[in-house]
């Protein structure tokens, strides 16, 4: 294997390594993020939405205790 052969190869593995990383970095905030609402609505509420809640079913915010 030539110079320039090696070269793109570390570069194309660099590369993937990034995309990949990007993309699991991704996920994880994600899942993070929906557990943090789904925790801190039950915590407000006490409601349960089931083992898998639809994230798009939960609201943006908690609601206050202000009432």
Do not use: Q
């Amino acid at each position: 294997m030539d110079a320039g052969a090696l070269v793109l190869s570390l570069v194309l593995t660099g590369v993937g390594f990034l995309v990949l990383y990007g993309v699991i970095r991704s996920a994880v905030a994600s899942a993070l993020e929906e557990h943090y609402r789904t925790v801190r609505w039950y915590e407000a509420t006490g409601e349960w939405h089931g083992k898998k809640p639809d994230p798009r079913a939960l609201p943006s915010s908690v609601p206050s205790d202000e009432a």
